[in-house]
């Protein structure tokens, strides 16, 4: 038996468990991903995190989907272990960096009385080559092509923010069937490693509402890195402006997203939920 402290923690509703490697040893991480995110046997979460430590960052973080797949990237999650490092003094400045399967990311938190509320992230370059994302589409760039899921067209922006996203612009997201919809995308062939897909609906010039269907995860409150796609897809189809603030409402709350010219911000919140300990 091995037992595992935790902390349940947040991002606009997108929750994962977090483990901290620095003082724990996790042998079977794919396992404890399915176990633990169980919401009705497990702890219940969107996946598992390990803030592991680091040669070239501050730390490094894995994250295991609910289905024990290994993501590369998770905007949400990210902004977690910054506040993990930052509130447990693991780091003693507000400027950090953490080592993901994507690169290194640059983070600045924003703490009250010590304590970490907002984190922006430096998200890196969006990739838009397509056998880079990956898509199968033989194009340099996937922006507003037409494509056949069952029968239906849609017209899809692909786009790479570490994690591959599909983005489809809606007339309406909140009647939008995405239990139905959701997998088709996640598994129809034109993405040989899956993808996340989100659905978007444009407010204005410098708003948008979006609902993701996270490969791995099915449906999330949100999605970090898909709201950074968004927002990309957004600017390539004429319809966001480039570096100027982008409000991307999601149903666990809103992020501010600013698509530079060669890299991408996000800010948003972070929460501590709980702290417990699981024995396997």
């Not at 901290?20 to 996790?26: A, E, K, P, Y």
């Not at 794919?30 to 219940?44: E, K, N, P, Q, T």
């Not at 060669?262 to 702290?275: C, I, L």
Request: net charge negative.
């Amino acid at each position: 038996m091995q037992k595992l402290k935790f902390t349940k923690m947040q991002g606009l509703g997108n929750d994962y468990i977090y483990f901290n490697c620095f003082n724990q040893t996790i042998y079977e991480p794919i396992d404890l991903a399915i176990f633990a995110s169980d919401r009705h046997f497990g702890v219940g979460g969107d996946g598992i995190i390990l803030i592991l430590p680091s040669e070239v960052a501050d730390a490094k973080m894995r994250i295991f989907n609910a289905d024990g797949s290994e993501g590369m990237m998770c905007g949400n999650g990210i902004r977690c272990v910054a506040k993990y490092l930052f509130d447990n003094k693991m780091v003693s400045t507000k400027h950090l960096t953490i080592e993901t399967l994507s690169g290194i990311k640059k983070l600045e938190v924003e703490a009250v009385n010590d304590i970490v509320v907002r984190v922006k992230v430096d998200m890196g370059a969006p990739i838009l080559e397509g056998k880079l994302i990956p898509v199968t589409i033989d194009k340099p760039q996937i922006v507003n092509e037409p494509i056949d899921i069952d029968g239906v067209e849609f017209k899809i922006t692909c786009v790479s923010m570490g994690n591959p996203h599909c983005v489809i612009f809606v007339d309406d997201v909140a009647t939008l069937p995405l239990a139905k919809i959701g997998m088709r995308f996640e598994c129809a062939p034109y993405f040989p490693e899956r993808v996340n897909t989100e659905f978007v609906e444009v407010v204005d010039d410098h708003t948008i509402k979006m609902r993701v269907w996270e490969r791995g995860s099915g449906e999330t409150l949100a999605c970090g890195t898909g709201a950074c796609a968004s927002a990309v897809a957004g600017v390539l189809n004429g319809i966001l402006k480039r570096n100027e603030e982008i409000t991307v409402k999601l149903r666990g709350g809103d992020l501010a997203i600013i698509v530079a010219e060669d890299t991408v911000y996000m800010t948003g919140t972070a929460e501590k939920v709980f702290e417990g300990e699981i024995e396997l």
